[in-house]
């Protein structure tokens, strides 16, 4: 943890660490702070008065059935955003893994979509499947769908994930693909001289070889649907019509600046945050049995 | 092997080639869309080839603005975006470097202390935590300004980390021998470390310039003012209209100018961007 | 130029390990002084201790009549030549060396005159535009080298310096490194774990063995006369055969009447068939191994008997396992395996310690 030979200085380190101390205590941990001793409070609509309340933000959460309601839908969400990503950019790393022709193009125009912003891939996806505009949404009319997604619920929740999942696959594919070239050649033409095809190969040789990439990029998937989603839904569907697309952190957000009930938020908050600590608890005992691997 | 010949390689290439199509299509079609007339969008009959408003949709998208909601022209927001990604990608490389030059080469109290307090701050993303830290950036006056925009995300435990990992790996002889030839801990960091950290720093621009560029949330809070709107913030207001009033040409130029710098910094510098992607996330 | 003596140098490290158990050592002025041992003796502590980049927990060091202790390594007027070299791989060869010399803000054309020099003496001329990474492990070497010559240190201190090359490359730079001090006459430590390094290049020899200092002198003093059965085993190859000895046996006297251990270096046993000479020693063999490496030939035997279990095979560096005796024969010609074989010393050539083999009897 720690080089053998260092520099003595008292001053020194606590100068160059400064900077990044104090964003880090006034910018995360009092706000994480605050927002702790929010969720105990009750303020009133005016924010004129403010209660002590104990877990009554909580228990009023856990009886709620929006919330809960949006907790199955957020994972929902993200199981149905990280299978369709995973399984399609597996597929497209998979096939760029060949001796082919091209592959570095191939790379390139498939990477590109990680850089694009979730907002700009929301209003990507309204425009192509607008009821009334859209060039796919009148393909599908013209199929005898009833299709609008600002009114139908299910459907919007179907093109929130398709477009998030859309945007997730360029990072996907390129963590498949570093896993896969890192498979030596050499166990693939074992197994070939083995008498297994193929398709057999992938499935006893690549894919149980690849389980460390497909857990890790399973903990990034669950983070970006809770997380970065935010933007693609706002775009959208603003959690619309009817809630049908409003995940956790959009609830936060509504709660707290639309609805003005702050407690509930920060409640929702520390919640969120439990969930973030669990998952880069499960990150990181990935991360350690990978070394050990 | 032989059985990559033939038919599995024509799947193969086949699949790859539908599989850009899916990603590019949804682009194509936003570029599309820049280039016709408002009116044959609003009404469903949209070509599917590019149309004749190409110079006169972006001009107006750049330096004039939309005539709905956002007064603003995108030059303005682009020029907020930038400031905005760059402030970030910048300030967190610098804070990061230092604080990560501190931790790995001097010894001091409660070193791993401060490195867990970093550390930490991983389980902390804007969104558990955006009206508390609103509050306190309100406090601060940062409302409607570039510090505001920038500073509550400059500090970067994952930046922190890579440095660390990376100074950890610089062997401790080419310290000594810097001792040796007379370099304190500033001339070391200056002559020595700052320039093979080179290549991870550009790494680690590049995917924070992104990240920096594609925020949302926390402008979405902090601005208020239209003149400090980054673009994807133009973007989002441009929208807020019921559909027959959207200039849908000038979103989706305003789309298209939006994802355009932070996609040329991916295919312009792939390599940084793969290495950046893959460091960050070890 | 100047003398470095350490007076009762100690170094114990936080979690109470003591790595230096009190070292003595006067190097005069131009002196080349080889710490020598097994790895994990304390060598290069020592010699980092000497460069400042250690701590000192007790004594003194001492360089040109300056307490160093306390002294930063920039200004102790020393240069170092590292293990891995320790190049700075983004610099050129040229700046590798001038950056020291522009530290201590020396004016340009002094710099250049000082590299362009060390570079025509190390013959890498050529190279100063080079990076390290351009350059074969040899001539990274030569570039460290020039690193410490350009600064005209009092002292030149060597941590391993030749370990990462090969064979041959080694015994060529050993010999010039050899010259090049002679002729630059600058005091210089030499840290090695290969004793055949350490004969060759030292003035003053100094074997280490567990943070202390076996013995000290003129390395060929140090063959003939070791003080020790750890010295004795550890320098020259193959080693010194050392047995024990009863009271009284050979008729040697010891005193106290105790037994000891009984050195005999391999080249000077001879094959004979007669009794042993007087005062001398005889060993009956059975030729277990030979090794034929042209100018000599090497033949291992088990002593009659005294073949213990492999089990019981001593774990001491350097030293043969017990009951197994080399003997080295000029020219090729040599007995076969499984033959017997009557070697013998005369008593001139034996080397007579303690128990123990802390002390020499012998003088």
């Given amino acids: ?293 | ?282 | 130029m100047a003398n470095v003596t350490l007076r009762n140098v100690r170094k114990t490290y936080s979690g109470g390990v003591e790595a230096i158990k009190g070292v003595d050592l006067a190097i005069g002025d131009g002196q080349f002084c080889v710490l020598v041992g097994p790895s994990g003796c304390g060598k290069s502590t020592l010699l980092r201790m000497v460069a400042g980049l250690e701590t000192i927990t007790a004594g003194e060091i001492d360089i040109g009549g300056r307490v160093v202790n306390q002294v930063e390594p920039a200004d102790r007027d020393i240069a170092m030549v590292f293990q891995n070299y320790a190049l700075y791989p983004h610099m050129s060869v040229y700046n590798n060396m001038a950056y020291g010399l522009r530290n201590r803000g020396m004016a340009k054309p002094e710099i250049d005159q000082r590299v362009r020099e060390a570079a025509r003496i190390l013959e890498i001329g050529a190279m100063l535009d080079r990076k390290p990474k351009q350059l074969s492990g040899g001539q990274r070497q030569r570039v460290a080298m020039g690193r410490a010559i350009v600064r005209q240190p009092k002292v030149f201190l060597f941590d391993e310096p030749l370990s990462n090359l090969d064979a041959k490359l080694r015994i060529a730079m050993r010999v010039e490194i050899r010259k090049l001090q002679r002729r630059l006459g600058t005091t210089s430590i030499y840290v090695t774990h290969d004793q055949l390094e350490a004969m060759t290049l030292a003035d003053v020899l100094v074997v280490m063995n567990g943070g202390v200092v076996e013995q000290i002198g003129n390395p060929l003093d140090i063959y003939q006369k070791p003080a020790t059965t750890f010295v004795a085993a550890f320098i020259g190859a193959p080693p010194m055969n050392l047995t024990p000895f009863a009271p009284g046996e050979y008729g040697l006297a010891v005193p106290g009447g105790a037994g000891g251990i009984l050195g005999v270096r391999p080249e000077d046993l001879t094959l004979t068939t007669g009794p042993a000479p007087e005062g001398g020693v005889r060993y009956d063999l059975i030729v277990e191994a030979i090794e034929r490496v042209g100018a000599e030939t090497f033949v291992y035997g088990a002593r009659d008997g005294a073949r213990p279990e492999p089990a019981a095979v001593s774990g001491k560096p350097g030293e043969l396992p017990p009951g197994e005796i080399i003997v080295r024969l000029p020219g090729q010609a040599a007995p076969a395996v499984g033959e017997r074989i009557v070697a013998a010393a005369p008593r001139d050539k034996l080397h007579v310690f303690a128990a123990d083999g802390r002390s020499r009897l012998d003088s």
């Fill in chain 2, 1 to 282: 092997m032989v059985e990559n010949e033939g038919i599995r390689r024509y799947l193969a290439h086949a699949i790859l080639w539908i599989g850009i199509a899916v990603v590019a299509f949804p682009v194509y079609l936003a570029f599309i869309a820049s280039t016709q007339d408002n009116a044959a969008i609003a009404n469903g009959q949209m070509s599917l080839l590019p149309g004749g408003h190409f110079i006169e949709t972006y001009y107006k998208t750049l330096f004039v603005g939309s005539s709905g909601t956002t007064r603003e022209p995108v030059g303005t927001m682009l020029l907020n975006s930038l400031v905005m990604a760059l402030s970030i990608a910048l300030g967190k490389i610098a804070i990061s470097l230092l604080s990560a030059y501190a931790i790995v080469f001097f010894r001091f109290p409660f070193r791993m202390t401060v490195f867990w307090i970093i550390f930490i701050t991983l389980m902390l993303p804007v969104e558990v935590r955006i009206y508390p830290t609103y509050k306190i950036a309100a406090d601060l006056n940062l409302l409607d300004s570039y510090s505001g925009l920038a500073l509550p995300l400059i500090a970067s435990a994952t930046a922190t980390l890579l440095f660390r990992q990376f100074f950890m790996t610089v062997p401790d002889e080419l310290m000594e021998a810097s001792r040796i030839d007379g370099a304190g801990p500033f001339r070391f960091f200056k002559d020595t470390l700052l320039p093979l950290s080179r290549t991870n720093m550009a790494a680690l621009f590049v995917i924070l310039f992104i990240y920096g560029w594609n925020q949302y949330l926390w402008p979405l809070l902090i601005t208020t003012r239209d003149d400090m709107q980054t673009i994807q913030i133009g973007i989002r207001k441009m929208i807020v209209t019921s559909d027959a009033l959207t200039e849908w040409p000038v979103v989706m130029a305003t789309s298209i100018l939006a994802m355009l710098p932070p996609v040329a910094v991916v295919i312009v510098m792939q390599k940084l961007f793969v290495r950046g992607l893959v460091e960050t996330e070890k």
């Fill in chain 1, 1 to 293: 943890m720690q080089k053998q030979s260092v520099f003595t200085s008292r001053s020194l380190p606590w100068l160059l660490i400064a900077p990044q101390m104090l964003i880090v205590l006034v910018f995360f941990y009092w706000p994480a702070a605050q927002a702790v001793w929010q969720s105990f409070l009750l303020q009133d609509a005016f924010g004129l008065s403010t209660t002590f309340i104990w877990f009554e933000n909580y228990s009023d959460l856990l009886a709620d059935p929006d919330y809960f309601a949006a907790v199955v839908r957020t994972f929902v969400f993200a199981a149905a955003i990280g299978v369709s990503s995973l399984s399609a950019a597996l597929l497209l790393a998979v096939m760029a893994d060949k001796p082919l022709r091209g592959v570095g193009v191939y790379r390139t125009l498939l990477i590109w979509p990680y850089a694009v912003a979730p907002p700009v891939v929301g209003v990507l996806w309204l425009f192509m499947l607008n009821p009334s505009l859209g060039v796919l949404a009148h393909g599908l009319r013209a199929m005898g769908l009833d299709w609008n997604p600002l009114l139908n619920g299910n459907q919007a929740a179907l093109l929130i994930i398709l477009a998030s999942a859309w945007k997730q696959i360029s990072y996907n594919f390129l963590f498949f693909l570093a896993g896969l070239q890192g498979i030596p050649k050499s166990v693939h033409e074992a197994a070939a001289i083995d008498g297994a095809r193929p398709v057999r190969r992938f499935w006893t040789i690549t894919f149980p070889l690849l389980t460390p990439t497909i857990f890790f990029l399973i903990v990034i998937n669950v983070v970006y649907a809770f997380f970065d989603t935010f933007g693609i839904i706002d775009t959208m569907t603003r959690g619309g019509p009817a809630k049908a697309t409003e995940t956790l952190v959009y609830k936060v957000y509504s709660d707290g600046l639309l609805g003005g009930n702050l407690g509930s938020s920060a409640a929702q908050s520390v919640i969120l945050m439990g969930i973030v600590i669990v998952l880069t608890a499960i990150q990181f005992r990935f991360v350690e049995r990978k070394v050990t691997y």
